[in-house]
């Protein structure tokens, strides 16, 4: 059975994969970090489009995979509807800012959304804003530069930007006109939570996508009559340097990496 293909601009898939790994324990994922063209996230619509189309049409071509997850809200907003009109035998999964369970699940009614400025400043975020945020507050988070700190585990940046950014998200707390709720609208935050929360009360809830992709893409799998009960594995493959894609899943993977392999493409 081929492979399910994974992108994103870098690392900060690894957050979803992780997710897709322990939900499809039986799937072969091949994971694709545009790292030589990251980040996606400051650049604009038209790289995002052409960037997306290229790993696509390589992962297709080397692996003919037999669906897609793009593991990157950016990516999404960007260019998912083009690539489905490209692709319609594909299944293809994609990942937005969780808005509409933030709104479901705060009891403050105010909300923070960290992204990326082309994710937040994207026509598809506004339409997601007009369909779920209804009479909540939602406060959107810019992190410039953040995606670039985590690519380079840059621990210094990282801790910096984070403290500016929750520093913009709050204030916290569960009293009225508090952010009790804060949605992780990028993939790579997720893997600097640890950081983000030490700038919060321990009652602050945040909510990353990677879950319920998981189990989006099982769904999809099982419509298409394409799930696998074979043995999984992993490919990840970088259009940077490999060896960075391989410390950051040692690093970040909480499954193992066994049948890892990292080339340049
Ligand atoms: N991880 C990506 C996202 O979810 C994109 C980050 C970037 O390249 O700026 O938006």
């Not at 492979?3 to 072969?28: C, N």
């Not at 933030?102 to 990326?116: K, L, P, W």
């Not at 321990?202 to 909510?207: A, C, K, Q, S």
Request: proline residues 6%.
């Amino acid at each position: 059975m081929p492979s399910v293909g994974v992108f994103d601009s870098g690392v900060g898939g690894l957050s979803v994969l992780a997710a897709l790994r322990a939900e499809l324990p039986h799937e072969r994922f091949v994971y694709f970090a545009d790292t030589a063209f990251a980040p996606y996230g400051e650049r604009g619509d038209a790289y995002v489009i052409e960037r997306s189309r290229k790993v696509t049409g390589q992962l297709i071509a080397e692996h003919g995979i037999k669906a897609l997850v793009v593991a990157c809200n950016t990516a999404t907003t960007a260019a998912i509807h083009l690539l489905r009109a490209e692709h319609p035998a594909l299944p293809i999964v994609g990942l937005e800012p969780a808005l509409k369970p933030a709104v479901a699940t705060s009891r403050t009614g105010h909300i923070s959304v960290m992204a990326t400025r082309g994710t937040l400043a994207s026509a598809k975020y506004a339409a997601l804003r007009d369909s779920f945020a209804g009479s909540a507050h939602v406060r959107s988070v810019p992190c410039d530069g953040l995606v670039k700190a985590i690519e380079g585990f840059d621990a210094e940046a990282i801790a910096t930007l984070c403290a500016r950014y929750m520093a913009e998200a709050g204030p916290f707390g569960d009293a009225t006109g508090e952010v009790d709720t804060v949605v992780l609208g990028c993939t790579h935050y997720p893997l600097v939570k640890s950081e983000l929360q030490r700038h919060a009360p321990p009652t602050l809830r945040f909510i990353d996508t990677g879950a319920p992709v998981a189990q989006q893409t099982r769904r999809v799998l099982a419509a298409a009559g394409r799930l696998s009960d074979g043995e999984g594995g992993l490919i990840l493959q970088s259009s940077g340097d490999p060896s960075v894609l391989q410390a950051a899943a040692a690093r970040w993977l909480q499954t193992s990496p066994q049948g890892t392999t990292a080339t340049s493409a």
